[in-house]
């Protein structure tokens, strides 16, 4: 399939990916995302592998796209952490930086 990522047209194919992207190691998944085989890698490392482009020259959008277009599944949101046994305000509590014991009552 012919697609233009930073100006440039590449010609990918679902079977191209996969062989380019075995071996690489995901890295840590902030934002969109596409699954390539088993592994969930960064859209923008897709990216830069497979069209050997720093990272800054293209847009999460246009490889999103592409990788789309090619039938591999494409995610907007970081995958969700397992609550590891927190309720619900301790969790929230523990995201905003504020651990709050059980039992803790806070004034409105």
Known sequence: MRCVIARFPFELTK????????GVKPGMVTGPSV??????????????VITRQDPRDFTAGEVTRAMAL?????????????????????AASAQLGTPVTEGAVEAA
């Not at 085989?37 to 897709?46: A, D, L, N, T």
């Not at 090619?70 to 619900?88: V, Y």
């Open 15 to 22: 079977s191209g990916v996969l062989e380019t992207m075995k």
């Open 35 to 48: 699954t390539i085989g088993r592994r969930r890698y960064p859209v923008k490392q897709v990216g830069e």
């Open 70 to 90: 090619l039938g591999f599944t494409c995610h907007d949101l970081p995958p969700a952490t397992p609550g590891r046994g927190l309720s619900p305000l301790q």
